[in-house]
């Protein structure tokens, strides 16, 4: 838990010979995965450099960070526990990891190819989240205030060898974090269960032929060296968690230093969305030129467009599944997923299909 102290500052300008003390506040951020992956990256360079930036703009109050990412403090299985419990006062949450705990903030894992566009997506998730009672609920019932929230550029399929046509992934084991296994089914392949941390030692290993994953995890996790082959898919993007603060240690931080903290997790929000959006293409590039030189050198194809639509009906209604599951554990599944499609549709989006028909 974070703790005060009193730093003396120097003089200030207007009044030379007067003193003023900044409050400094001690607190511990951490994340389960390497600060290399962008939205891990973003959490020092824009929500923490923005909550400086801000606090430095009135002079009360400082925060002295201490940092703990990469997995130095905890594994992708308990990044939620670890915000809970105090482990971090400020952590990233990894929902995709959290089905049973979080089982709202899946429901755009349980309707893809609805969206490829990152910053509406993350807006259509901030606006439930501040007006959904039974999404706010889900995430603060487990001592955690969401600060901001994180998403994933384009899924596509990245693989040992070369895939044609969907019929190829017929027996294929490959890689995906999570309920994100659900994708494929309807394929033949079978999803192993992981995460960008684990990917690279699993395709390498033979635990799995390739892995469903993301251009901006993907290029840092350096998974293109055993995974060459890239098949575009356009899968669609997904909500994959917050970043939050431990309710305990929300509660004793001053005004100011909250304010500075929303301000900042909204900047972060908007960037991180931005970022995706705009680094999502030049990251296919970047791994034809670094593994142009390997055998077989990184190779990108794409999935014809018919069975990119066989992908899409072969899938059984898993938006149905899950909301009725959902239902039966006495959430509005059925009422969350028609307003997050709502959402992207009056956003302009155009799903694939509507998973919510006939809810």
């Not at 046509?165 to 294929?172: C, E, F, H, K, R």
């Not at 993907?218 to 997904?238: D, H």
């Amino acid at each position: 838990m974070y703790r005060l102290t009193g730093l003396l500052m120097g003089a200030v300008m207007a009044l030379p010979t007067a003193a003023y003390a900044v409050e400094e506040i001690e607190l511990t951020v951490a994340s389960s995965h390497p600060l290399a992956i962008p939205w891990v990256g973003m959490i020092k360079s824009h929500f923490m450099a923005e909550t400086d930036r801000l606090l430095a703009e009135k002079g009360e109050y400082k925060i002295k960070w201490n940092e703990a990412f990469g997995g130095s403090l905890y594994k992708a299985n308990a990044t939620l526990t670890s915000v809970q419990e105090g482990v971090t006062d400020i952590g990233w949450v990894f929902s995709f990891l959290e089905g049973a705990k979080l089982p709202l903030s899946q429901a755009s894992t349980y309707a893809p190819f609805s969206t490829a566009n990152p910053p509406v997506q993350l807006k259509v998730m901030g606006d439930l989240l501040e007006n959904n009672e039974a999404f706010k609920k889900e995430w603060e019932q487990y001592n955690l205030k969401v600060l901001g929230l994180t998403g994933t550029d384009d899924y596509d399929i990245y693989t040992k060898k070369q895939i044609t046509g969907v019929a190829d992934l017929n027996g294929m084991k490959l890689s995906a974090p999570g309920v994100l296994g659900q994708w494929l089914r309807g394929t033949g392949a079978n999803a192993v269960d992981g995460s960008l941390p684990t990917f690279y030692t699993d395709i390498q290993t033979g635990v799995s032929d390739g892995v469903l994953s993301l251009a901006l995890g993907v290029l840092p996790a350096k998974l293109y060296e055993v995974a060459p082959y890239i098949t575009r898919v356009r899968i669609g993007t997904a909500f994959s968690g917050a970043v939050a603060i431990n309710k305990d240690s929300w509660d004793g931080l001053p005004e100011p230093v909250q304010q500075a903290m929303v301000a900042a997790g909204k900047f972060y929000t908007e960037a991180h969305g931005k970022d995706l959006l705009e680094r999502h293409e030049a990251a296919f590039g970047k791994m034809v030129e670094l593994g142009k030189g390997q055998n077989p050198p990184v190779t990108i194809s794409e999935l014809p467009a018919g069975d990119r639509q066989k992908w899409v009906d072969s899938l059984p209604d898993i938006a149905g599944e899950w909301a009725a599951d959902a239902e039966s554990r006495g959430l509005p599944g059925k009422a969350f997923m028609k307003a997050y499609m709502d959402g992207l549709r009056a956003a302009g989006e155009k799903p694939a299909r509507d998973w919510d028909k006939g809810m």
